[in-house]
């Protein structure tokens, strides 16, 4: 392997962006934006996009792209945590329709801003590898067939193979409301969208507390109008948010080009990205250039919510992720993996992502995807704008506008939890594996406590 971490294989593909200037002392302004990940810069886009002559500065702490918007798997897919289950019925159909939406919204941006970032439209396909994945993936296609306008397909074991080969599989699930992406040319195309704009980000800028009308850092205080929180997986690092949410870890790894006799051998010619029905679930996407890029959870939380620098990732995660990679696609073992990588997702402690914005302090936050906000993120962006600017939308009366989880657990509690849940994650896959059809107890018991489950 030639790489470990440095942010991201996406990065060191592109190289890493020379660093924009940092704050350079206080500043006034009328949106300051905490955060230059994608919620951040859609939040910016939309916002300049709707009212011009707005003051707006994005704070970042490192560079544009440097969090789970330069690192995650490059799935624009149509997923929101939280939904029917979490809001209803009705509430949670408009909420998907606004996310399948969201897919063809952020491919028209990328047109029309000129932003190549290997956007393919190819749908999205869960994998089924024994019978008790088989019955959870019939029952969520029951649950979403039973939804007016549904587009989700139901295929067989002969269908999926014809679409892409994984070992074991014995059905899927697909839908077309996905696209493959490239995550940093995304990250990197939006920051230069946005600046087009006349909105200027301040790189190296960490921002400790945010509080209203103030986004306070080391090089100075930023006063603002509204100040909007879109730091995902680093919100423990601010003042008085250590509790907010959880940063997950998720960690990737790339193999080298595959040969074209390889490809041939997978039979995946198309742009559907891959998952499956698991507990400790995987994700992978075919890259523009011939790779497999396949992620899954590595080490699951850092006692103490603490985070990596560079994205570095232990040897043991790489050797599970390596051989699942090659379970899934015995023809890809011939075929060297090359760089690895990990990020931090934010978890809320229902599992639900949020947006809102308070008018009387100007306070507003984004974020909680759980690992689906390639997307989701695009969605929030729009919404805050609508939110900041009180546009009398249909995106301001969608059920998460508002919705707050109840914080996490203190330490060591928090740690202990994520560790007893995810073991059980883990014992109940190697359970199934043997060929029970049934979905195992452990797991739904580790489902109720961890959030997921109500």
Not at 231 to 257: C, K
Not at 327 to 339: L, M, Q, T
Request: with cysteine; glycine share 12%; net charge neutral.
């Amino acid at each position: 392997m030639t790489g470990n971490g440095g942010v991201s294989f996406w990065w060191q593909q592109l190289g890493l962006p020379v660093p924009r200037p940092a704050l350079p002392g206080d500043l006034d302004v009328d949106v300051a934006i905490v955060g230059a990940g994608y919620t951040g810069l859609w939040a910016a886009y939309y916002l300049k996009t709707l009212q011009p002559d707005l003051r707006v500065a994005v704070l970042e702490r490192r560079f544009a792209g440097f969090g789970a918007s330069g690192r995650n798997g490059g799935w624009l897919t149509n997923s929101v945590t939280g939904g029917r289950e979490q809001y209803g019925a009705d509430a949670g159909a408009r909420q998907q329709r606004a996310m399948n939406e969201t897919v063809a919204e952020v491919v028209r941006v990328a047109a029309a801003e000129g932003i190549d970032a290997d956007i393919r439209v190819g749908g999205e396909l869960n994998v089924a590898r024994g019978p008790a994945q088989q019955a959870r993936l019939e029952a969520w296609f029951r649950s979403e067939a039973a939804q007016p306008h549904t587009d989700v397909e139901l295929w067989g074991p002969r269908q999926t193979a014809d679409h892409v080969r994984v070992d074991g599989a014995t059905g899927g699930i697909w839908h077309p409301h996905c696209a493959r992406i490239h995550p940093a040319k995304l990250a990197r195309g939006l920051a230069a969208a946005v600046e087009r704009l006349g909105v200027t980000i301040y790189e190296d800028t960490a921002v400790t507390a945010i509080s209203a009308g103030r986004a306070e850092t080391a090089r100075g205080t930023v006063r603002a109008g509204h100040v909007l929180r879109a730091t995902e997986g680093f919100t423990p690092d601010l003042r008085g948010e250590h509790r907010t949410w959880l940063p997950m870890n998720s960690s990737l790894v790339v193999t080298a080009p595959l040969p074209a006799s390889v490809w041939d051998e997978i039979g995946w010619s198309d742009a559907a990205t891959l998952g499956d029905m698991a507990h400790v679930y995987m994700y992978a996407q075919r890259t523009a250039d011939g790779r497999i890029a396949f992620g899954g959870r590595g080490v699951p939380y850092r006692f103490g919510s603490r985070v990596d620098g560079d994205g570095r990732t232990q040897e043991r995660t790489i050797r599970s992720l390596t051989a699942l990679l090659r379970d899934f696609f015995p023809a890809a073992a011939r075929v060297p993996v090359e760089h690895a990588w990990s990020g931090v997702l934010g978890v809320p402690r229902d599992w639900a992502a949020t947006v809102g914005h308070d008018p009387a302090t100007g306070l507003g936050w984004a974020g909680g995807y759980v690992g689906t906000g390639v997307a989701t993120t695009n969605l929030a962006g729009r919404t805050l704008a609508d939110l900041v600017l009180r546009r009398d939308t249909d995106l301001v009366a969608l059920p998460w506008v508002g919705h707050r989880a109840r914080r996490w657990e203190p330490e060591p509690l928090r740690w202990l939890a994520v560790q007893a849940i995810y073991g059980a994650y883990h014992w109940a896959d190697r359970v199934e594996a043997r060929g029970t059809a049934r979905t195992a107890s452990v797991a739904r018991v580790a489902d109720w406590i961890s959030g997921r489950g109500h």
